[in-house]
C-alpha cells in the first residue's frame, strides 16, 4: 500500500482570491504585483506548513488547503478545492460538500446540492463549478466557488470570529441513498475580521436617461444634470468607482474625503450624447450599466429599446459599441447589466449564466472591457443569495441594487450597494415636483439635490415676501413709472426660516420677454454686483430688506419691464428662493419734451402747447412768474391728451410784456398734487 505521504500533492493554487478587477479596457500589462505578492505568499504558507497527512479512503486526497486563513466581514473570496484520485480506478459522480461552522460549531452556510446534506438535513448554498464530475486516476478536480460573506442563507450575517471550514469528497448525490464518502472529512480554519476602515457615508448616484425633455421621472434635463455635476465639483466631491470603495474596505485603498459614484442604468445613447459631455466638461467620470443584447456595433443598425418604450410612442435608443469604446478611453467605466434585462429571480440556473457571465463575455469580446461591476434589472434578486454567489463565482466584486439611500462603508454589502435615486418630474404620481433638483422646494424637501448627498447639509429656508420699486427719495409711485437716468431702488423683502447661510442675491430686470440678452443681470456685469452677505436666521416678524440700486440708461426702451430675483448659494449653484419672471412690475417712459411755442417767442394771440407724451397718457400743464416755479404758480386741470390751447379768458388776464414760464407734468391721478416728474425743460414766452 502506497503511504500517504508519497500521495500527498500542494498546488500553488490561486487561494481566497479577493475579486477587486477593475473595469477597464483590455490592454497587454503586467499582473498587479501587490495582487502576485499576495498570491505567492499565501502559497508559499500551504506550502511550508502542509496539513497533517490521513490514511486515503477510496484514493482520494485533498491536495492544499480551501480558502485563505483570513477574511474579512462582507468580502468577496473564492473557495478552491482540489480533490484527486489516488486510485487505480475512475470515480464517477464525483461532489464536493463544504460546510462554514460559527464559532460555536453551528452551520452557517454549506454547499449547494438539490439533496439534503446526510449530516445536517439542510439544503446548502455554496455553488461549485464541477459538481458531479468523473475523475479519472491520476487527475485532480478543482472545485471553485466565488462567495459573498455579505449575507448568511440562514439569515445570520457573519460577525467577527474563528469560523472552521469543513469539506470532504462524495461519491454519489451527497443525502441520496448510496452517496459514500470520498476521503477523510477536512478541516482548516477561517478567521473572520472586521472592517477596520473608518465608515464614509458614500452617495452612488442612480441615472437612466438625460434629454432635453423629461416625458416621466426616468429621465433628468440636461440643464439640470449640469447643474447637478457643477454642484459636486463646488462643492468639493470628487468621483470614484464602486471598486474604489470595495478596494477601501478589503485592500487598504484610499478615498477621498468626499467621494461620489456616478451611475447610469441601461446604457442609452442620450449617455454619450447629453451626459458623458458634461462629464468631460467637469472633469468627472462615472459607470455605465450595459445591456449587452441592444447594444450594435454602429449607429446605422442602433437598437430601440422594447424594454421601456417611453412617452409618446418613441422608444429609447441605446449606445453603440464604438461609443462605448470612446467613452471608455475617455475615462468612463462599463459594468454588466445583464444581457436582456430579465428579472432574475424568475430565470433557470443556465438563464443566469447566459444573464450574468454572458453579458461579462459580451463587453470583452465586442469592446476589450473586463468587468467586476454589476446593476440588477429592476433592482430584483439585490438580495438572493443564489444570485450574489453566482455573482461572485463569475468574478463579479461589486454589484449596485436601487435601494434609495447612502452607501455606509462598514456596513456595505458589496453586492448590494445603495444608490441615490436621481430621478426627474413624475407628473402622474406627484403633479407638484420637479424631481430632483439644485434649487430647493420647500413643498418638496426631500428633492433638494444636496440633502440626496448629504442629509446634515447647512440649508436656509428662504421665502421671498415682497419686492418694490423706490424713486431716488425712497418713495414708491403709484404706477411704478420711472424715467431714463433716474436711479430705482429694487428692494426685496425676505425672511430666513431656516439655518443662517452665506447668499448670494441676484436681480435680474428685461423686457422683450425673456430673449436674450436681458437688460441687466447683477450676476453677469463684471464686476457682479450681486448682493452677497450673510442670512442669519429671522427671528422677527418684519423680513429683511435688500437693496438693489439700478440707473435707468439714456435710451432705454419704454414699456414694461419684468423683474427675477434669485437667492442661491455662495458657490452660486444652488437655488434657495426664486422668484422666476414677475412680468410687467413697473413702466420705463420717456421724459416729456416740449414742442411748442418755440422758447423765448412773442405772442399776440392765444395759443397752443404741445409735449411728446412719452408712456403717460395724463398731463398737467403749469405757469408761473417765477422760473423755479416757487411762487405764483398756475396749473391746468388733468389732460388727456398732448396739447392744450390756452382759453382766451386766461390769455387776456396775462399782463403784457411779461416772461411767463411753462412746463409739463405727468400725471398719476385727477388730483392734487400731482407726484410724477416733470418734463425736462421749462420754457418761456411773452405776451407781446
Not at 72 to 95: A, K, M, Y
Request: aromatic fraction near 12%; charge should be negative; hydrophobic fraction near 35%.
Amino acid at each position: 500500500m502506497t503511504s500517504k505521504k508519497n500521495m500527498f500533492h500542494i498546488d500553488s493554487m490561486n487561494l481566497g482570491r479577493f475579486l477587486h478587477k477593475r473595469t477597464r479596457l483590455r490592454v497587454p500589462a503586467p499582473a498587479m504585483p501587490v495582487i502576485a505578492a499576495f498570491a505567492l505568499a499565501l502559497a508559499g504558507a500551504l506550502i511550508l506548513i502542509p496539513t497533517i497527512a490521513h490514511a486515503a479512503q477510496s484514493g482520494v486526497d485533498y491536495p492544499g488547503g480551501v480558502s485563505p486563513d483570513t477574511a474579512i466581514v462582507r468580502q468577496i473570496i473564492e473557495f478552491s478545492v482540489h480533490v484527486q484520485n489516488v486510485g487505480n480506478e475512475t470515480i464517477e459522480d464525483v461532489w464536493l460538500d463544504l460546510g462554514i461552522y460559527d464559532p460555536s460549531d453551528a452551520k452557517v452556510e454549506g454547499t449547494h446540492t438539490d439533496y439534503v446534506d446526510p449530516e445536517t438535513q439542510s439544503l446548502g448554498l455554496i455553488y461549485w463549478y464541477g459538481q458531479g464530475s468523473s475523475l479519472p486516476p491520476g487527475t485532480i478536480l478543482q472545485y471553485s466557488a466565488g462567495y459573498c460573506l455579505g449575507q448568511s442563507a440562514t439569515g445570520v450575517s457573519y460577525s467577527p470570529g474563528n469560523y472552521r471550514l469543513r469539506y470532504r469528497a462524495w461519491k454519489g448525490q451527497p443525502g441520496s441513498l448510496g452517496a459514500e464518502p470520498l476521503g477523510d472529512l477536512r478541516e482548516d480554519p477561517l478567521v473572520i475580521s472586521p472592517i477596520s476602515t473608518p465608515n464614509l457615508s458614500i452617495p452612488i448616484l442612480m441615472y437612466h436617461r438625460i434629454g432635453d425633455i423629461a416625458p416621466d421621472e426616468y429621465w433628468v434635463l440636461r440643464d439640470e444634470f449640469e447643474s447637478q455635476m457643477k454642484t459636486l465639483v463646488a462643492y468639493g466631491y470628487q468621483p470614484v468607482l464602486t471598486e474604489d470603495i470595495y478596494n477601501y474596505n478589503y485592500h487598504g485603498g484610499a478615498l477621498p474625503a468626499k467621494p461620489v459614484v456616478i451611475t447610469f442604468d441601461d446604457g442609452y445613447e442620450n449617455v454619450y450624447t447629453h451626459a458623458y459631455p458634461v462629464m468631460l466638461q467637469e472633469g468627472l467620470f462615472g459607470e455605465v450599466y450595459i445591456v449587452t443584447s441592444v447594444t450594435e456595433s454602429s449607429p446605422s443598425v442602433r437598437r430601440f429599446s422594447s424594454l421601456f418604450t417611453g412617452i409618446k410612442g418613441q422608444w429609447n435608443p441605446h449606445l453603440t459599441w464604438p461609443e462605448i469604446i470612446e467613452m471608455a478611453e475617455g475615462g468612463m467605466v462599463f459594468g454588466s447589466h445583464t444581457r436582456t434585462h430579465r428579472d432574475l429571480t424568475t430565470l433557470s440556473d443556465e438563464e443566469l449564466e447566459s444573464e450574468l457571465l454572458g453579458s461579462q463575455q459580451d463587453l470583452y469580446s465586442q469592446a476589450g472591457i473586463e468587468t467586476t461591476s454589476f446593476s440588477y434589472p429592476y433592482g430584483a434578486a439585490d438580495d438572493d443569495v443564489k444570485v450574489h454567489q453566482l455573482l461572485a463565482r463569475y468574478g463579479y466584486s461589486t454589484a449596485v441594487s436601487a435601494w434609495d439611500g447612502l452607501c455606509q462603508t462598514q456596513n456595505a454589502d458589496p453586492l448590494d450597494l445603495k444608490r441615490v435615486r436621481v430621478y426627474g418630474p413624475h407628473p402622474a404620481a406627484d403633479p407638484g415636483s420637479n424631481g430632483v433638483s439644485v434649487n430647493y422646494d420647500p413643498t418638496h424637501p426631500g428633492d433638494f439635490f444636496m440633502r440626496k448627498l448629504d442629509p446634515s447639509f447647512h440649508l436656509p429656508d428662504i421665502a421671498i415676501e415682497s419686492v418694490e420699486f423706490l424713486d431716488s427719495a425712497g418713495n414708491s409711485r403709484g404706477n411704478n413709472t420711472f424715467k431714463e437716468g433716474e436711479t430705482v431702488t429694487v428692494r426685496v423683502l425676505a425672511r430666513n426660516d431656516g439655518q443662517g447661510a452665506n447668499v448670494i442675491l441676484s436681480l435680474s430686470l428685461d423686457n422683450d420677454g425673456g430673449l436674450e440678452p436681458v437688460v441687466y443681470d447683477s450676476h453677469q456685469i463684471n464686476p457682479p454686483q450681486d448682493i452677497r452677505r450673510y442670512f442669519p436666521t429671522t427671528i422677527t416678524d418684519s423680513p429683511v430688506a435688500f437693496d438693489f440700486h439700478w440707473q435707468i440708461p439714456a435710451g432705454a426702451t419704454e414699456g414694461a419691464y419684468d423683474c427675477m430675483v434669485e437667492f442661491r448659494d455662495e458657490a452660486h449653484v444652488l437655488g434657495y428662493a426664486l422668484s422666476g419672471w414677475v412680468e410687467d412690475i413697473f413702466t420705463v417712459c420717456r421724459s416729456i419734451h416740449l414742442l411748442g411755442p418755440l422758447d423765448g417767442s412773442n405772442l399776440q394771440t392765444p395759443v397752443t402747447f404741445s409735449w411728446t407724451a412719452g408712456c403717460n397718457n395724463r398731463f398737467v400743464v403749469d405757469f408761473s412768474f417765477d422760473p423755479t416755479f416757487a411762487s405764483t404758480l398756475r396749473s391746468t386741470r388733468v389732460l388727456t391728451t398732448s396739447s392744450f390751447s390756452v382759453p382766451a379768458s386766461t390769455w387776456n388776464r396775462i399782463p403784457k410784456n411779461k416772461i411767463i414760464y411753462w412746463r409739463v407734468r405727468g400725471a398719476d391721478a385727477a388730483v392734487s398734487p400731482v407726484r410724477i416728474e416733470t418734463s425736462r425743460e421749462t420754457w418761456w414766452f411773452v405776451r407781446y
